[in-house]
């Protein structure tokens, strides 16, 4: 009989200690599958250039747009310069993430490349606003924003890396420039950004167009639009209602510029994408916002020429926020660039932001390292 009770009682402890084993394995191995899947942005470092830094007789200056070359593993910035200092151009970084710490020496500008128009020349001054970038694995596309107030359309131009233009893709007719539509001033198409599969581009307004509601406030964001283009019919395709936040203030009374935009776009594949917005007011300064976006259930409003009275009628693109500046030991400058860089020794994603000083004397150029598993 105690034979009998042993033999019961060491099956028991048996079983005890294999549930806890299988308990044990079970949790690390979710601990594991949610490191994984969590989206994770690490900040590693900033290098900072203050403005009227010159290279190669330019002004560095209005970086507000960067993509990166994997085979020269080298990177491209767009100055938003309206070949106002210089004629429009992009600068050619290295960024060198090999070195055990981040410091002055890890990003170097090693060229600068003059855009030419389809005359072969420079830009005239003022009759572009340069300000997304994007490399398609031979060449570049760059976007410009236009002038309102001059009436210069927007554009997107793909260009060679020598600055020659080689193609322009159509803009809608509803982003034109019209007397009561299309985009508004200085808050049009500051981002570009092209998927891994090479089949789409995507671009998308700062803020909403004329005909489909307000600016951002400190109350409510405003109704942008993604625009997608199909890269080998060279045609746009599908667009989508992106709502930004609204700005970040505490007060509604200050004078001077308030703003939040929706500012740049990386494609994570074709149906999501990490967005950079970038709010700015007197009490707050910038704050800077990333967050995963997801298209899959988003409505198609290409053929929706105004959404001024149908936004409560259609279904936003999701956002997830990831990341707020804000709550890093850093002051964020104009941060309005953003692109993945190689992968690091730790098999993580590295990811670069760089600021727009706007050529002003109080501001830099800010670049901002980060790590991550997107």
Known sequence: MNKKKNQIFISLIFTFVTCLVILGITAIVIKSMTQATIPQITFL????FPTGLTFKNTEVGGLSGITYNPDQQIYYAISDDRSSKAPARFYTLKIDLEADKISEETVTFIDVTTLLNETGKSFPPLTLDPEGITFTGTNLFISSEGDRERQIQP?????????????????PEKFLIQADSGIRNNMALENLTITP?????????????VQDGAAANISTGSPCRILKYDLIKGQPVKEFLYITEA??????????LKTNGLVELIALDDTHLLSLERSFSLDTGNVIKLFKVDLSDAD?????????TQLTNISPVQKELLLDLSNLELISDNIEGMTFGPILADGRRSLILVSDNNFNHLQVTQVLIFSTNL
């Open 197 to 209: 599969s090479q089949k789409y581009l995507f671009t998308a307004t700062e803020n909403a167009l």
């Open 247 to 256: 700005i970040t203030s505490t007060s509604n009374n200050l004078g001077g």
């Open 155 to 171: 554009f997107i131009r793909e260009f060679s890396l020598a600055g020659k233009q080689l193609q322009n893709l159509p803009i």
């Open 45 to 48: 470092g900033e290098v900072n």
């Open 300 to 308: 198609n409003i290409q053929q929706i020429n105004s959404l001024n």
